[in-house]
């Protein structure tokens, strides 16, 4: 049995085809809902560099604002919980706090902050 994978990154199903039966599955990946795509940061590496933190924060929150994307994932990771204060004190800036709509701890994984954008 062989497959044939065609997939389009966050804007699309997945489509199986099978050659034994000819039939073609689409699989919807749990992450996507009508073209819902998602912004990733991952502070692991700068996490050190103060100014360049602030700097990559506000341009992931700019980027997600000027390309309508309502969900931006920002993991600073668990560790002792200095980066993550640091990221929400970011967050609770007047001028960036009107920019979107609410932020949330992932439940199993308290090292990730998802900010959630209404548009």
Known sequence: MSF???????????????????AIQIDWPLWYDSGMAKLKL????IFNK???????????????????????EIIPGKGSGALMKKVKRFLDQKHIRALYHRIEVDVKNHGRVFVHFRF
């Not at 100014?51 to 980027?63: G, N, S």
Request: hydrophobic share 35%.
């Open 42 to 45: 991952d502070l692991h590496d």
């Open 4 to 22: 044939l994978t065609v997939s389009r990154h966050f804007s699309g199903p997945f489509l199986y085809s099978d050659n034994v039966r000819g």
């Open 50 to 72: 103060g100014k360049t933190i602030d700097t990559e924060l506000q341009r992931i929150i700019y980027e997600a604002i000027q390309k309508k994307i309502k969900l931006v």
